[in-house]
Structures are given as C-alpha cells and as structure tokens.
C-alpha cells in the first residue's frame, strides 16, 4: 500500500497550529486556579457590554474561536468576517456551514470562544446573542462555561454538571435574525473566570442535512 502524504497540507495545518497557540493568552497562574474568585488575583470586567464578538477585527472582541472537542471537524466552515446579511448596525458576522458530508450517527464537533485565564465577569447581568439559520429549522447547540473539570488545563468556575446550555437545547433556529438571552443568575456558580465565554455544538443527530447558521453581537451586559 501507498501512502500518499500532501505536503502543502501538512505545511498549511502547522501554520495553523502555531498561530492558534500564539494566540492564547499565557496559562494561569496557581494563585489565579486556586483562588479565582479573588478581586486582587483576578479583577472583575467593568465596563460593559463586553464583546466576544462584535465585528471581525474590532477592538472590542475577546476569546479566541477554537475547537476543544469532536471526532469530525474537518468538514465544518467558519467565516468570522462574513457579510451575509450582518445585523444591521455591524460589518461582519459569524458564518457557520456544516456540509453534507457526514460519517456516522455520532458524528459531532464542538467549537469554543475560549482564553486559559479566564475573564472576571462577575458584573455581569446577562448574557446575550443573535443567531438566524439560512433556511430556518436548523438546530444548534449553544453553551455557556463548562470547562471545569479539574484534570483540564483549562478550569472554568461556570458550569452546571458539565456545561451550561442556553434555553432548549438545541435552539431551533429562525430565519430572521433572534435575540436569545439568559441571566447572569441562571449561570452558576459564579461568573468570576469565565474560561467558555460562548460555544456551539454540532451534531449528526440535530440535523439529517447540511445547515448554515449566522452568529453576531456576542456578549456579556
């Protein structure tokens, strides 16, 4: 047998890697896993709305888009500076296709806004997000923390058994642009090292065929 190896792929996907890795913020420190909901160690967000996603390239964006979990991702097609009908008032919006091209039942792919320190979002009073599906009906898991186990190396002190999932899970998607919320009281424990600032969950088993879905104005109030 043969094997054939791509080097331009190979080439690209180490680009990728190390440009995902640079884009991390350094690891916390053991002061800051122990203790963090300590002001001193770990100061709360002031100033609010805070952005996970307001326009590709804007200032005011945080988290880094990454996958932490799946066994088919390859497939999946992220457009963080799409302009497919974007919210009005923004440039950009989030574009998320997942072709048909599906391997087996338990096919599934998980892709977090995520930073190893965390953010202190303790002031926060709610969460908020817009989200339309190309079509309408698509159905799409969106989480909230969950990083928590202590074995990771990223420990979220938001979580709720293992995640926290918005509203009806999954979320069926309108065709028009719909704002979805959840109060910051509903997000427990706590919000003071927001690990998972926001994700979504896709899985052969929500849809029996390809879907398109839109994120945009991610963020904490």
Known sequence: MTLHVNIKNIYLFLIWFFVACSALPDKPSESEFDNPCDPNINPPVSQFPFYIYKDMGSSENHYTLMHVAHNHFTNILIDTAS???????????????????????????????LTPKGYNLSKAKRFTFKARGKLGGEKVGFLIGGLANPEREFRDTVYDNDWVPFQTYPLVLNQAWTPYAIEADLLTPSLCRVVGGFSFQLKRSFNQSAITFYIDEIRYE
Do not use: R
């Not at 009908?85 to 806004?113: M, Q």
């Open 83 to 113: 302009t497919a009908l974007p919210l009005s008032g923004s440039t950009t919006c989030v574009e998320v296709t997942w072709p048909k091209t599906f391997i087996a039942e338990d096919t599934s792919a998980h892709w977090y806004w």
